[in-house]
């Protein structure tokens, strides 16, 4: 329940305190007037929520976990936060068995939910619009070092990359979400140049196009780049692609 406001490093912040709950604050700077760069941190501990928050305009994250296993972000409004490559609405960064859902991150700099070298996490029911990169993003490492997690029942659409990112994810499901009007792809399977592939991903249930709402930006519903293989993609809903429904390249990949 407290408001806090222009603070120089940041707003509330955790370090090696296992256990907390941070609930129903107010955090939030002005981006460009202000210095402060994390919103809410809760780093090298674990078993830690962070719920009902709002956080908006801070330089760097809104909410970041990192080293910080079993945490729980759910039901905060983090959105104009600005970013750079790994900053966003949420970041879960070496963290993991963790819980992210009910949020929502929009308008944020880089990405809405950005999730990296973590296993085991939980993403769902979030709603991570108009972000300047993808909706949603795991990310990756020169051998496999995030996956084995579930994002469900997103809502991903008119962000500026794409609406969910998979860079060298591996054994993951993406089921039951919808991604519309992204420019780019609904969901892109990928993995930078020297990095492990996404392989052995199951992509369900999931809706992705243009809905015609607007002009139609998304280019491809799913899209394998970059030695992603291995990956089944099942009883998905792909409408108004401008290029194709989907892009599939690796030589093992199922599409029944």
């Given amino acids: 329940g407290n408001i806090v406001v222009d603070n120089q490093a940041g707003g509330i912040y955790t370090n090696g305190v296992g256990g907390v709950t941070i609930i129903r604050n107010i955090v939030r700077n002005t981006v460009g007037n202000g210095p402060g760069d994390i919103g809410i941190g809760v780093t090298n501990a674990y078993n830690d929520t962070v719920t009902l928050n709002q956080v908006d305009h801070m330089a760097w994250y809104g909410i970041q976990a990192f080293y910080n296993n079993y945490t729980t972000i759910t039901d905060n409004i983090s959105m104009f936060n600005a970013g750079a490559w790994d900053q966003s609405g949420i970041t879960n960064d070496h ?78 499901l993406i089921t039951m979400n919808q991604c519309n009007n992204n420019s780019g792809d609904g969901i892109l399977l990928y993995n930078d140049l020297g990095q492990a592939g996404s392989t052995g991903n199951i992509i369900s249930d999931n809706s992705l196009g243009n809905d015609g709402s607007s002009q139609p930006t998304q280019m491809f519903g799913i899209r394998e780049a970059n030695n992603s293989n291995n990956n089944t993609l099942i009883s998905n809903v792909m409408v108004n692609n401008t290029v194709a429904a989907t892009s599939i390249l690796g030589p093992n990949a199922t599409a029944p």
Avoid: M, Q
């Fill in 95 to 172: 963290s993991s068995y963790s819980t992210i859902t009910g949020n929502i991150v929009e308008s944020n700099g880089k990405f809405g939910v950005y999730v990296e070298r973590s296993w085991n996490v939980t993403v769902s029911g979030n709603i991570a619009n108009d972000n300047f990169g993808y909706g949603i993003a795991f990310y990756h490492g020169s051998l496999p070092t995030t996956g084995r997690s579930i994002v469900s029942g997103n809502i991903c659409s008119f962000n500026s990359l794409g609406g969910i990112i998979l860079n060298s994810a591996i054994d993951n």
